[in-house]
Nanobody
């Protein structure tokens, strides 16, 4: 089983940048992709983007393209979410999840890290 733990959340101002980290442990050799999601207050959890563990190929939802960037450090078993030009509407709990080889869904989820953007 893969375990993931997010970190890096906090309070920022509009226009700031922030980097979130997601550290994976356990059966990391079985990771196929890692993804970031957010859940704003009172809303459903939303997909932000994913990164393929083997080659770093990324896919993003249109709403964050060019503003949010996902990267990974395989040696550290860590995935990052670089968030630029933050807006109050980015205020949410950000979750990391992993999809293992052969799985059809994200099976391991972190506890989330809160990002609050004030104007």
């Amino acid at each position: 089983q893969v375990r993931v733990v997010e970190s890096g959340g906090g309070s920022v101002q509009t226009g700031d940048s922030r980097v979130l980290s997601c550290a994976a442990s356990g059966r990391t050799f079985s990771i196929y992709t890692m993804a970031w999601f957010l859940q704003a207050p009172g809303k459903e959890r939303e997909f932000l983007g994913t990164i393929r563990w083997s080659d770093g190929d990324t896919v993003y939802v249109d709403s964050v393209k060019g503003r949010f960037f996902i990267s990974r450090d395989n040696a550290k078993n860590t995935v990052y979410l670089q968030m630029n030009n933050l807006k109050p509407e980015d205020t949410a709990v950000y979750y990391c999840a992993s999809q293992e080889v052969g799985a059809h869904e994200f099976t391991s989820w972190g506890q989330g890290t809160q990002v609050t953007v004030s104007s």
